[in-house]
């Protein structure tokens, strides 16, 4: 088992940044990839970005890509999201969730760990 808690989400004003992180606890952090979804009232949920279990490659979707980035610091457990230029249509709440295992992909499907979320509110 994993568990994972958001924080970092809150209220920005359009081109403004937000920094979320996910916290770990359970199994081997590092033998999880993991990643960002995010779910905007009355959408389904879809794929953000991701990160391999070292932390090197990362996936990127493309509606947020050269905007947000993520990394991870197997050390502390946690996965950050790193949001600039921050868009009224980026929000959400936005979900951590991990795989259990190697990266498999951004469908919701691949991960079986998933956090409570955090609210992203972008005003224009």
């Known amino acids: 088992q994993v568990q994972l808690v958001e924080s970092g989400g809150g209220l920005v004003q359009a081109g403004g940044s937000l920094r979320l992180s996910c916290a770990a606890s359970g199994r081997t952090f590092s033998n999880n990839a993991m990643a960002w979804f995010r779910q905007a009232p009355g959408k389904e949920r879809e794929f953000v970005a991701a990160?391999?279990?070292?932390?090197?490659?990362?996936v990127i979707a493309d509606s947020v890509k050269g905007r947000f980035t993520i990394s991870r610091d197997n050390a502390k457990s946690t996965v950050y999201l790193q949001m600039n230029s921050l868009k009224p249509e980026d929000t959400a709440v936005y979900y951590c969730a991990a795989t259990g295992t190697y990266y498999r992909g951004s469908s919701i499907g691949a991960y079986d760990y998933w956090g409570q979320g955090t609210q992203v509110t972008v005003s224009s």
């Open positions: 990160v391999t279990r070292s932390g090197g490659p990362t």
